[in-house]
């Protein structure tokens, strides 16, 4: 694996009980310090490949490697955000964030005031004595955000992670993830269904052929982020990249 490679996926297949094959023979690199979307239709395998290299779930073969070694679980280089938060509903927002602190064995004072830069880092530091349940949808994905920001893991694995908000939250999102990551370097593997979330949001976007899922395409956006996002989103590249991936989906479209 080159320097530049966070992570890579070398054939990685995965058969569900049922002889459900969901990916087959999957080949693919992701760059260090780049967001990576993982884009096609619905039961493709993109969860399912985020899950193998989180080392969630076991691939039937092939090999994952996270810089330059070999893995076959979870690590503490990665970090995942959840579609559905996966928060502790009875801790408060400081102790969800704290929690993978709490599991390595961090001091209290220690975890705790860096879960409180992180959650200031996303906006609620007004919240840090609120549980989940006193929560927007939004303010629960700025927690399980913060939560993988807090670990400081190299690469942070994200499965549709604005999915659950609403298009006006999304964009502000969607901004506020790109500005976080202009201050941390990470390696970013993010799933989507939207063309439009991964066109403006990446670096690179793998497209995955129906199940059994394998890579149709990779393909380079090249969006210039120093502009407005109005500004980009009116560009004729960013539609053009738009029309270019969906003309590359449809097919797969029933």
């Not at 080159?2 to 094959?21: C, H, L, M, W």
């Amino acid at each position: 694996m080159q320097n530049d490679t966070a992570v890579e996926v070398r054939n990685i297949s995965k058969i569900y009980s049922g002889n459900v094959e969901a990916l087959r023979e999957v080949s693919l690199a992701f760059p260090r310090g780049k967001l990576c979307t993982l884009l096609g239709p619905s039961g493709c395998g993109k969860t399912t490949l985020l899950k193998i290299i989180a080392g969630l779930i076991p691939a039937n073969s092939g090999e994952v490697w996270v810089n330059g070694r070999q893995v076959d679980g979870p690590g503490p280089e990665r970090a995942f955000v959840f579609q559905d938060f996966a928060l502790l509903p009875w801790a408060t927002v400081l102790r969800n964030v704290a929690f993978g602190l709490e599991l390595r064995g961090m001091p209290p004072e220690q975890r705790n005031e860096i879960a409180r830069k992180h959650i200031a880092e996303v906006g609620l530091a007004a919240f840090e004595a609120s549980y989940p349940n006193q929560l927007s949808g939004g303010m629960r994905q700025r927690v399980g955000l913060a939560r993988a920001l807090a670990v400081n893991a190299d690469i942070i694995l994200m499965d549709e992670p604005f999915s659950a908000i609403d298009e006006q939250t999304r964009r502000k999102f969607q901004e506020e993830l790109l500005d976080l990551l202009k201050h941390h370097r990470k390696t970013v593997i993010f799933v989507t269904h939207s063309i439009e979330e991964a066109a403006y949001l990446s670096d690179q976007i793998t497209l995955l052929s129906p199940r059994p899922g394998r890579v149709a395409k990779t393909i380079a956006p090249g969006i210039d982020h120093s502009r407005g996002p109005d500004e980009i989103r009116r560009d004729k590249h960013y539609l053009d990249t738009v029309d270019e991936i969906w003309q590359m989906l449809k097919q797969y479209v029933d």
